[in-house]
T-cell receptor, first 117, second 117 residues
């Protein structure tokens, strides 16, 4: 069964600090997909990134970067030079389709990031 | 355009009321989802529609009744709810339920904050 662990419940940083949000997953499938979503206080989950299991290239998008390592089953998310607007709950998610079924993501418990001015 | 809209934004209802939540997307997506999210928890999947047919029902009580009138619309009919049903209800859509071609990425609406008195 698939499982996503976000061990950090809450992280508090001061603006301009770099911060890394950890995500560790478990799956028996060789084909799977990993996601990060941001949920600001307004409630909407905002899609940030999708990564498939065959692509271990790290990705950078502005101040955001992601480090995917199959060897440690981790998909960590780093925000460089954090800003107050980055304050939100961040969810890591994993989807797989055992037996060729539907790809429905399983969400981690989320990490609440608080960025202080 | 990756917009999913939901109405109403907030809803307060008594335990004997009947109300409906509405969700709409115009991205041509053929999979639509209802999630329930309690405070400080990840979203919990309730229902999945694929090509306007109910594909997954996660053992949700019958006081929640989903409906998919067409490929763009998803409703959630509420009747005889309990106070513990108070939560944020999120709608999401994806191109379909298959992985592979990035068709499984879910895009979420802003949610409806439901309070049951």
């Amino acid at each position: 069964a698939q499982k996503v662990t976000q061990a950090q419940t809450e992280i508090s940083v001061v603006e301009k600090e770099d911060v890394t949000l950890d995500c560790v997953y478990e799956t028996r499938d060789t084909t799977y997909y990993l996601f990060w979503y941001k949920q600001p206080p307004s409630g909407e989950l905002v899609f940030l990134i999708r990564r498939n299991s065959f692509d271990e290239q790290n990705e950078i998008s502005g101040r955001y970067s992601w480090n995917f390592q199959k060897s440690t089953s981790s998909f960590n998310f780093t925000i460089t030079a954090s800003q107050v607007v980055d304050s939100a709950v961040y969810f890591c998610a994993l989807s797989e389709a055992p037996g060729g079924g539907s790809y429905i993501p399983t969400f981690g418990r989320g990490t609440s990031l608080i960025v202080h001015p | 355009d990756t917009e999913v809209t939901q109405t109403p934004k907030h809803l307060v209802m008594g335990m004997t009321n009947k109300k409906s939540l509405k969700c709409e997307q115009h991205m041509g997506h053929r999979a639509m989802y209802w999630y329930k999210q309690k405070a400080k928890k990840p979203p919990e999947l309730m229902f999945v529609y694929s090509y306007e047919k109910l594909s997954i029902n996660e053992s949700v009580p019958s006081r929640f009744s989903p409906e998919c009138p067409n490929s763009s619309l998803l409703n959630l009919h509420l009747h005889a709810l309990q106070p513990e049903d108070s939560a944020l209800y999120l709608c999401a859509s994806s191109q379909d339920l298959a992985g592979g071609l990035n068709t499984d990425t879910q895009y979420f609406g802003p949610g409806t904050r439901l309070t049951v008195l």
